[in-house]
C-alpha cells in the first residue's frame, strides 16, 4: 500500500524530470505540474524535436501550448542530425534559466546525458554516416567491442549505428569515451525525478486507440504533406508510424496494413522503453501510470519549506 510518504514531493523551485513509455501520460502530467505551481516544459523526446511530424510524434498541440510554456519542440528542420549532444546544449539554458524545467519525455539516453553527463565526442562525418546507412544491422555489431555492445540497446539500430560511426570516425570504442565523460548538467540528486510505470496490456491499449486517433486528427495528411521531401535516412523518418504511412502512399501498404504495422513498431518501442527504465531508473520515483487520477500520486508544496 502507499502511503503518503511514499508519493514524490513536487516543490515549485525543483527541477522535475519526467520519464516513461510511449502513451504513458507523461505530457499530461507535466502539464498538469505546470498549471499547478508554474514552471516551462522542456521537450527530452528525441523525435519530437522535429518540424514535420507533429501529429505522428504526439508534440503538445496549440491547445496545450497556450495553457504552459513549452521549449524545444519541433524547433530542428525535419532532414537534419539532431545528437544527444545537441539536445544537451539545447536544454542547458532552461536548466539554469529563470523558470523552473519540468524535462519529459520517453528517450532515456537524454535523460542519462543529463544526470550522468555527456562525453565530448566529435562529430560524425558525411562519409561514416552514409557508410553505415549502408549497412545491416548485424555487420554493424559485429564490428563493436563486448564493453560497447553491453551498454547499448542492441536491438535499436540507431543507437547501434552511432556505436559503429564514432569507432570508425575516431578510432575508440564509445564505451571508451563514456568512460572520460564530464559531470553532469543536472545532477539526480538535485531534481525530482519520475519514472512512470505502465503495465503491458494496459499500455498496449492506450497506443492503439492513441494511433487510431491521430489518424482522426489527420497523420495521413500530414504524411501525404512530407511524402515528396520522404528520405528514410532523415533521423526524424523514424517516428513511428512514418514508414508504414508512406509505404500506404506509395501503394505498397494497405491503410489497416500499415495502422497494423505502426501499432505493433509502437508496442516493440515501448518494451524497449520500459527495459531501459527499469535498469537505469532504479533511484527515481516510479509511479504507476494507470493510476485513476495520476497527479493524485503525487504532493505538491507552494514553497520549498513546506
Known amino acids: 500500500m502507499t502511503t503518503q510518504a511514499d508519493r514524490p514531493l513536487i516543490l515549485p523551485d525543483r527541477p522535475v524530470l519526467i520519464a516513461g513509455p510511449t502513451a504513458s501520460g507523461k505530457s499530461a502530467l507535466a502539464l498538469h505540474i505546470a498549471q499547478t505551481q508554474g514552471g516551462v516544459i522542456v521537450n527530452a523526446d528525441a523525435l519530437q524535436v522535429f518540424d514535420g511530424w ?3 510524434t504526439a508534440r503538445p498541440d496549440n491547445h496545450d501550448l497556450a495553457l504552459a510554456p513549452h521549449a524545444l519542440y519541433g524547433h530542428v528542420p525535419f532532414d537534419a542530425d539532431y545528437s544527444v549532444g545537441h539536445w544537451l546544449r539545447d536544454v542547458a539554458p532552461f536548466v539554469n534559466g529563470p523558470l523552473r524545467p519540468i524535462i519529459v519525455g520517453g528517450t532515456g539516453l537524454n535523460f542519462h546525458a543529463l544526470t550522468q553527463g555527456l562525453a565530448e565526442i566529435p562529430p560524425t562525418p558525411p562519409e561514416v554516416r552514409e557508410a553505415g546507412n549502408a549497412l545491416p544491422l548485424p555487420a554493424l555489431l559485429a564490428a563493436l567491442d563486448a564493453e560497447t555492445e553491453g551498454r547499448i540497446d542492441t536491438q535499436n539500430r540507431m543507437r ?5 560511426e564514432v569507432l570508425q ?14 559531470p553532469p548538467l543536472l545532477s539526480a540528486h538535485a531534481a525530482t525525478c519520475i519514472t512512470l510505470d505502465a503495465p503491458k496490456d494496459w499500455l498496449n491499449d ?3 486507440r492513441r494511433f487510431d486517433q491521430m489518424l482522426d486528427q489527420g497523420a495521413l495528411d500530414e504524411a501525404r ?3 515528396p521531401r520522404w528520405n528514410p535516412d532523415h533521423l526524424s ?4 508510424g512514418a514508414p508504414e504511412l508512406i509505404a500506404h502512399l506509395q501503394g505498397s501498404l494497405s491503410l489497416s496494413e500499415a495502422r497494423e504495422a505502426a501499432i505493433i513498431a509502437s508496442r516493440q518501442y ?7 527504465f527499469r535498469a537505469r531508473h532504479k533511484a527515481w520515483h ?3 501510470a494507470d493510476s485513476a487520477d495520476l497527479s493524485a500520486t503525487l504532493r505538491f508544496a507552494h514553497s520549498a519549506e513546506d
Not at 547501434?160 to 559503429?164: D, G
Not at 570516425?169 to 564530464?182: F, I, M, N, Y
Not at 515501448?270 to 531501459?276: F, L, S, V
Open 54 to 56: 507533429q501529429i505522428l
Open 160 to 164: 547501434v549505428q552511432r556505436a559503429w
Open 169 to 182: 570516425a575516431t578510432g575508440q570504442s564509445l564505451a571508451v569515451w563514456q568512460d572520460k565523460t564530464p
Open 206 to 208: 492506450r497506443i492503439a
Open 225 to 227: 504533406a512530407m511524402l
Open 237 to 240: 523518418s523514424k517516428a513511428i
Open 270 to 276: 515501448a518494451k524497449r522503453q520500459r527495459t531501459w
Open 286 to 288: 516510479h509511479v504507476a
